[in-house]
């Protein structure tokens, strides 16, 4: 890595544009997990290539102007299908219920030159919403990282799932030679049995150096072999808004604390698990998956939307 630049990441994941169905009508917003974990660790000042597949249409050309609104570097994989798209509705409990079009269900990225060589300048690789049940694309994925520092969060969608298993299989194949892998109850419920401490106790098992657990209202959970270290969910002015986007929020504000190093205590642990905590209580007070700090909120920022 060029010590004479500033440490950058790279995230490989998703790029879409969410459809947003409610009763103010509908309305389009540029998201993706891995996008918003790119955006919000560029707007936490760390450099920051994004990884993903976008079309050739109308709403790749919004997508790639997001990402170059908010200085992000794209290397983009050819998407036949056209760009991914996400109908989002509210369900009765007024969690977002996604329903995925035909190019999001059948995702795949590509690893150019241009890609492995950001890969190998970056301090820190993560990963978000990957298509971690297609092996062939696990297969690439290993081979592109191999060597990089990982942060990785499985955040499966129901709607883009093909093979419980098989997602398994593929992310604990990455998950095990992770510096730090981000989990959720989301998640324990989707892929194992619904146990987050469960989870969190069997990845930490083969291997992962830090399991990162998140439940809700109960705060994160984040173990290493430093020891096991709690915080619970930020209290900070202004109501909860919406809580899309918390969990990357989360892994971006994870991922930039990383950026210059691991912490070897647990002092240091608890650290960054509060600071990614702040920003995701910060995150949930305005619409949208965009990224926000505690100091943003102070300075009456109002942001780009995003989703």
């Not at 993706?32 to 290539?49: H, I």
């Amino acid at each position: 890595m060029s010590t004479d630049s500033p440490a950058s990441v790279v995230v490989i994941g998703d790029a879409l544009i969410d459809e947003i169905r409610d009763a103010g009508g509908v309305r389009e917003l540029v998201g993706g997990a891995a996008l918003n974990v790119a955006v919000g660790l560029r707007r936490l000042g760390v450099p920051t290539t994004l990884i993903a597949m976008v079309g050739d249409d109308e709403a790749g050309a919004h997508i790639r102007e997001y990402l170059g609104d908010h200085d992000v570097r794209l290397i983009e994989s050819e998407a036949p299908l056209g760009s991914s798209r996400a109908i989002v509705q509210r369900a009765a409990n007024g969690e977002p219920v996604y329903l995925f079009n035909e190019a999001a269900q059948r995702r795949s990225i590509r690893y150019s030159d241009e890609a492995r060589s950001a890969i190998a300048d970056a301090a820190l690789v993560a990963v978000s919403c990957f298509p971690f049940d297609v092996p062939a694309e696990v297969d690439a994925l290993a081979d592109a990282v191999a060597g990089a520092r990982l942060a990785i969060d499985p955040n499966p969608r129901s709607g883009m799932l093909s093979d419980r298993a098989e997602f398994v299989r593929g992310f604990e194949r990455l998950a095990a030679d992770a510096e730090i892998v981000k989990v959720g109850a989301d998640d324990a419920a989707l892929l194992y049995d619904g146990d987050l401490d469960a989870l969190r106790e069997r990845l930490r098992g083969f291997g992962v150096s830090a399991v990162l657990a998140t439940a809700g209202a109960d705060g994160a959970t984040l173990e290493s072999d430093a020891g096991a270290v709690h915080a619970p969910i930020s209290s900070l002015p202004g109501r909860v808004v919406d809580t899309v986007g918390a969990g990357d929020a989360t892994l971006a504000a994870v991922s930039a604390s990383l950026v210059d190093g691991t912490p070897t205590d647990r002092a240091g642990w608890l650290t960054l698990l509060e600071r990614a905590m702040d920003v995701a209580a910060a995150t949930v007070r305005a619409e949208g998956g965009l990224l926000r700090t505690p100091e943003s909120l102070r300075e009456g920022e109002k942001g780009v939307h995003g989703s």
